[in-house]
């Protein structure tokens, strides 16, 4: 609660809320990413059907690297977003003069596709293992087959 109160303080009710919209925008192509590839990398793995929960595992991991390499240019515009400070006194690290979503991304496309992919190197491995647990956990827990 001291993390609400210190941000509203410094920041105001908006302050609370920044990020917002980058960060929906990274779920929305992430987990989009995650459920629609998942399926056909189901499909085309070359494993017997008896393999359900390896085959589970590899395309769960794929269909979230996939994600995560897409959705990183949200996820880094959301954290820059957050860490932007109004209050000159508690500022931390680099400020970036991003004004909201849209702006940021402009500002990383100007950048070129590098700049667009910064973090993209490490949310990949991150995310696809978790995926490849989720996926698992799920197929084993609910019988899924492939």
Request: aromatic share 8%.
């Amino acid at each position: 609660w001291h993390c609400l109160y210190s941000v509203a303080k410094q920041e105001g009710l908006r302050g609370l809320q920044k990020g917002l919209v980058s960060g929906g925008l990274y779920q929305v192509a992430m987990n989009g990413c995650r459920l629609t590839l998942h399926e056909p990398f189901q499909q085309i793995m070359p494993f017997p059907e008896d393999y359900v929960g390896l085959t589970a595992c590899i395309a769960g991991a794929a269909s979230g690297a996939v994600g995560a390499f897409f959705a990183s240019p949200f996820y880094l515009v959301k954290t820059r977003l957050q860490s932007k400070s109004s209050a000159g006194a508690s500022s931390v690290g680099h400020q970036h003069n991003i004004k909201g979503t849209w702006d940021g991304l402009k500002q990383l496309a100007r950048g070129g596709p590098f700049a667009i992919l910064q973090g993209a190197s490490g949310a990949v491995p991150r995310v696809a293992v978790g995926s490849a647990a989720q996926v698992v956990s799920h197929t084993s827990n609910f019988g899924m087959q492939s």
